[in-house]
């Protein structure tokens, strides 16, 4: 599966591999927040969640806008989208060869191979 865009799918997964960056996407999934807002709740400087604003964006996964001296973060779906696409094409393709195995270990009755009797 090709992706036809610019979205690094290693920058997404490497993003969404740390708790507090999912905890920050999962708060800005109910809407827009400022910096601030997403800080609370996390025991860590403003320069650690500046850290993890910049992974989230370099991701892709959201994007910023200046709202006068405020600045909004929001998430970007597309983004996510693509990433959620990619894991659905993978999970129907290991389906689909998984279902190949057990049909062919039914059709070749090896699924429960008969056992020896031992003396």
Not at 38 to 46: F, K, P, R, V
Not at 57 to 76: D, T
Not at 81 to 103: G, L, N, S
């Amino acid at each position: 599966m090709v992706i036809k865009n610019s979205i690094n799918l290693d920058d997404v997964f490497a993003a969404l591999a740390d708790s507090t960056r999912r905890g920050m996407l999962e708060r800005l999934s109910r809407g827009p927040a400022n910096i601030s807002t997403l800080a609370d709740g996390y025991a860590m400087s403003q320069p650690a969640i500046s850290k993890h604003m910049r992974v989230l964006e370099k991701a892709g996964l959201i994007h910023r806008e200046k709202q006068g001296r405020e600045v909004r973060v929001s998430v970007n779906t597309r983004t996510v989208e693509h990433a959620r696409d990619w894991i659905a094409y993978y999970t129907r393709f290991w389906k689909q060869q998984f279902d190949a195995v057990e049909q062919y270990l039914d059709q070749h009755n090896l699924k429960n191979p008969p056992t020896e009797e031992q003396p």
